[in-house]
Nanobody, 115 residues
């Protein structure tokens, strides 16, 4: 099993930016596609961005053009750069496997977009 530790969340005003980081306890090189998910209370966790081992990315329409996912297989990290944040981006953000066997969920990192 691989464990993930997310960080970088916080309170930001609408239009602001945050960069989330995820560190894996083991190698992510063999994981075909990693992703960032988010969850708000009362709703299912949703995948917002994914990146393959080769660096091919895909995004949910709600974040396309504003979020950028990246991964460093040598450092076992996956980052999410979030720009032009909106109040509806408020959620707890998690990283995990996007294609393949989902690993145990980390604690996530809270992102709050508010005046």
């Amino acid at each position: 099993q691989v464990q993930f530790v997310e960080s970088g969340g916080g309170l930001v005003q609408p239009g602001g930016s945050l960069r989330l980081s995820c560190v894996a306890s083991g190698s992510i090189f063999q994981i075909y596609r990693m992703g960032w998910y988010r969850q708000v209370p009362g709703k299912q966790r949703e995948l917002v961005a994914g990146i393959t081992r080769a660096g091919v990315t895909n995004y949910d329409d709600s974040v396309k053009g504003r979020f950028t996912i990246s991964r460093d297989n040598a450092k076992n990290t996956v980052d999410l750069q979030m720009n032009s944040l909106k109040p509806e981006d408020t959620a707890v953000y998690y990283c995990n496997v996007a294609t393949g066997v989902v690993q145990p969920w980390g604690q996530g990192t809270q992102v709050t977009v508010s005046l």
